[in-house]
């Protein structure tokens, strides 16, 4: 009797933190996707002997998949439904690592086996950054800008995770024995597809009632925050990418402590910035907390390419972690504010502006830093250019245009 009593709760009560948690463990899943080949780079080069050329080709095959999947996404989404896409995120991005363990050895072109493993969970991650938001944001809670920051702070501890789990996996023992922990992380988004076959998923607007994508693109809000996303993703990314070599060159580290010091410091204290605002948003305004944040991350990009004592410059870049956390979840609340009828198309495209930012950025610093022929440190000095812009963005926030 009592099992059946219990049985008559749950059909009426929901359990959305089973939908939230599947969604956090989306996030380690994507995190998982983007961080975990570029660890293996030098590993595929000695193993395979792919040049440093086509390795390079590994995250650009990767982003482009993803960005591919943010521009179908806006079309077909709502279509063929939350649930079945978001299974179909976690099942193709498991396959995708666990093709990464075999294919390789398999195909006659260890590369071509390493690019169709990059598609497949490219596809996964690409879904996952399109849907997760959305799926949090039609769940009924409260406070919803601090839960979609604590949320997004996922990611950070899934590249923190990854970062070092690999590190010590690989030093206990060797590298030698990538293709086992590649199946080992393959287990989260395996496991993730049953909470999301069970989870309660609701629809972000009601039939009839979403904005057409025209209608959309011809808000000159929405306009504000596709370039507020760009500037978020670049801000982002472009510090995310570069300082791993930032902090071999002007530290003259190995590339594991490059790899602790840069990247994963600088996961650590975005995911930090996160959870704080997602613990302390009610309290806090969103668009202010973003203004400071914004200032914050142009003084940590001018303190890391201006700074002739190189400890300050990896200060300023473990700082610039904590300035963009929110830069990313607090754009994609804003837009829920003023756009509560956007639906999935708003987030695919909030996605898709993301990515571009992410992909551009860092490409843009990169390149410029060749052009000048100075280092690094002159390509980081026009990344000032991105928080910048956002600051400017904000502050036409503030004042209210439409």
């Known amino acids: 009797m009592s099992i059946i009593s219990e049985g008559e709760v749950m059909t009426k009560t929901k359990n959305y933190k089973k939908t939230l948690i599947a969604c956090y463990l989306g996030f380690i899943t994507q995190a998982i996707s983007a961080n975990f080949a570029p660890l293996l780079f030098l590993t595929f080069k000695d193993t395979y002997g792919i040049s440093l050329e086509k390795i390079a080709l590994i995250p650009m095959v990767f982003y482009l998949t993803q960005l591919i999947v943010d521009l179908v996404a806006v079309k077909f989404a709502d279509a063929i439904g939350y649930r079945t896409c978001v299974i179909v995120s976690q099942m193709v991005s498991a396959l995708g690592l666990i093709l ?36 949090v944001e039609a769940c009924p809670f ?140 009610e309290k806090l305004d969103l668009t202010k907390a973003m203004l400071a944040c914004g200032l914050l991350c142009a003084v940590c990009y001018l303190l890391v390419a201006l700074s002739p004592i190189s400890v300050i410059g990896l200060i300023g870049c473990a700082l610039c972690g904590l300035s963009v956390g929110i830069m990313w979840p607090g754009t994609i609340s804003i837009s829920s504010q003023k756009c509560s009828r956007g639906g999935t198309a708003m987030f695919a495209f ?18 410029i830093a060749d052009a000048a022929g100075s280092g690094l440190k002159t390509g980081l000095l026009f990344a000032t250019v991105f928080p910048a812009v956002l600051i400017l963005g904000l502050a036409l926030l503030v004042k209210k245009l439409d």
């Open 350 to 367: 909030l996605a898709l502006a993301g990515d571009m930012g992410a992909a551009l950025g860092p490409a843009m610093v990169g390149g």
């Open 100 to 135: 990464m363990a075999f294919l390789p050895q398999m195909l006659p072109n260890a590369f071509v086996g390493i690019i169709i493993s990059v598609v497949f969970y490219a596809i996964g991650s690409g879904l996952v950054e399109v849907l997760i938001s959305p799926i």
């Open 142 to 281: 409260d406070n919803k800008a601090g839960v979609m920051s604590l949320l997004h702070s996922f990611y950070c501890w899934g590249a923190v995770g990854v970062i070092l789990g690999s590190t010590i996996f690989f030093a206990i023992f060797g590298t030698q024995y990538w293709q086992i922990l590649t199946l080992i992380w393959a287990i989260v988004p395996l496991l993730n597809t049953f909470n999301f076959i069970s989870c309660p998923i609701e629809r972000l607007v009601e039939d009839g009632e979403e904005m057409s994508i025209g209608q959309l693109l011809r808000l000159p809000s929405f306009l504000l925050m596709i370039m507020l996303m760009i500037c978020a993703g670049a801000s982002e990314a472009t510090m995310a990418q570069w300082a791993s070599a930032f902090t071999e060159s002007a530290l003259g580290v190995s590339k594991t402590i490059g790899d602790l010091a840069g990247p994963c410091l600088f996961a650590v204290f975005m995911g930090l910035s996160r959870v704080y605002y997602g613990k302390k948003s």
